[in-house]
DNA sequence: AAAACTGTAACTGATATAATTACAGTCAAA
DNA sequence: TTTGACTGTAATTATATCAGTTACAGTTTT
């Protein structure tokens, strides 16, 4: 997993917590511990999905582009296009000789793609809006 | 995910459409397309768990040391010790004065938990006779 | 026109990954 | 009892991925 999920969600929840604001690269950078230039790398993937409205020029940043209670991490995480669970490195080589061999390497594939709807119901029961639920509980005012 | 978790699979599927037999790291390697010092490593750690009973010296090598019907892959994932899903990198920081920066990183983690929870339920719901079987149906004899 | 932004690509250093090499220890068989 | 075939484990290397950083063109407000 790479961590552009997590600087995504971060970003998300923050804007959620300043709701009608727009926040620079800069601003949300430092609440996520991060490099603006990679806060606007991945806002501009959120934006593609619409879960954020980027305004560019003096006094741009972004705000949310969606009501943060209907927006999961199942949207985030497809969002981001990271996806596969499984590793980049394969084992077998359908073309052996061998029954294992040759069809190991398909049967994990599936073996990866159930886990990763496994994941994606779990992250589909999470929301922004709750996360920032769950930060107020942990730290009331 | 480390792709040590592939390489534990397929070589204990390859034992089990071998048993009785003790195999090499070399003949295990060539069938999971790897090098023979990756599957010793490997193996090692099942080992420690008992998965597998290893014998050292000429003629020696590898076999299963459990039914394969009874091998789940959470066993496995918990053997490799590679756990997390969560990245290694993570955002905010606990001593900031935002609600948000100062609790984003431990919500994360809660919420990757429940992630490596979801996930070992799913893994522990398939064995390596399990898969041994849908290889088996895949390529019928 | 100047200043403050986003959008995006390129570069850099750090870390992770898998292959490879090396060798000490162990066992079986001649 | 020597030889050869193994495991166990650590060190090394090459490659890929990751995150930080720099740079700059384009856009918008003032």
């Avoid at 359908?94 to 061999?101: A, E, I, R, S, T």
């Amino acid at each position: 997993m790479n961590s552009d999920f997590v600087v995504a969600v971060h970003s998300l929840v923050y804007l959620a917590h300043r709701p009608g604001e727009t926040l620079s690269s800069e601003e949300i950078a430092a609440n996520v511990c991060t490099h603006p230039a990679r806060v606007r790398k991945v806002m501009s993937l959120l934006r593609r999905q619409g879960l954020v409205v980027a305004r560019e020029g003096a006094g741009g940043g972004f705000r949310l582009g969606r009501d943060p209670s209907g927006v999961t991490l199942a949207d985030i995480s497809r969002a981001m296009q990271a996806g596969s669970l499984a590793p980049s490195w394969c084992s077998g080589d359908p073309d052996m000789d061998c029954v294992v061999g040759a069809n190991m390497r398909e049967v994990m594939r599936e073996v990866f793609c159930g886990a990763e709807r496994q994941l994606e119901a779990y992250f589909g029961g999470i929301t922004i809006g709750g996360l920032l639920e769950r930060i107020r509980e942990r730290s009331p005012v």
